[in-house]
């Protein structure tokens, strides 16, 4: 073998080596990152009525992993986009019952039972997803102190973020709910919650 093919193997080998290398750091970097989700509080106690007319508490998020938004029906800004985006996550995640959505209204003076589940309809195809409603100086409450989202100006000065709990109730992260890169995110993030058990 010429010493110029040697050089060729030898170059080829390290070249090679140093790429599996950078792959495992990445791979590693990203799994740390993403498993290490941190605890940002607790899910606090809570009473809402659903559009089928049904109590939703706290309870209901035990052994669930739960993305929780806050959205009014009249919106014409983000709660479309955020209620087509959880709409998406719904639909990719269709084959795993540990999954559920509640988008709680701040505006329950409008959105009436029948309100909200027409809105259902226009979103979700699966039942594990609610429209919650209640009074408003509760979901006030359960948004600055439960999830520690603001709830100034209500029902347009809502946050727009959707949030992730774990099985649980420990609220894990936020991620903007109009925003593309986000939701991917968001999806990543409940795969990892998922696998983890």
Not at 51 to 74: A, H, Y
Request: charged share 20%; net charge negative; with cysteine.
């Amino acid at each position: 073998m010429s010493s110029l093919n040697k050089k060729l193997i030898l170059a080829f080998l390290f070249i090679f080596m140093l790429g599996s290398f950078g792959f495992y750091i990445i791979d590693k970097a990203t799994k740390s990152r993403i498993d290490n989700i941190g605890i940002i509080g607790k899910v606090p106690s809570f009473s809402l009525t659903n559009f089928d007319g049904t109590v939703v508490t706290e309870k209901q998020l035990n052994d669930k992993i739960s993305i929780i938004s806050f959205i009014f029906t009249q919106c014409e800004g983000a709660c479309p986009i955020m209620s087509e985006n959880i709409s998406t996550l719904q639909e990719r995640f269709a084959s795993s019952g540990d999954i559920q959505f509640l988008s709680i209204t701040t505006d329950p003076d409008y959105d009436t039972l029948d309100i909200l589940n027409e809105y259902s309809s226009n979103y979700s195809n699966k039942n594990n997803w609610f429209f919650l409603r209640g009074d408003i100086l509760d979901v006030i409450e359960l948004s600055e102190k439960g999830f520690f989202l603001s709830a100034a100006l209500l029902p347009a000065g809502h946050s727009t973020r959707l949030v992730l709990v774990d099985k649980e109730l420990n609220i894990r992260k936020y991620y903007e709910g109009t925003v593309e890169s986000n939701i991917f995110e968001l999806q990543s993030d409940i795969v990892t919650l998922l696998n983890q058990g």
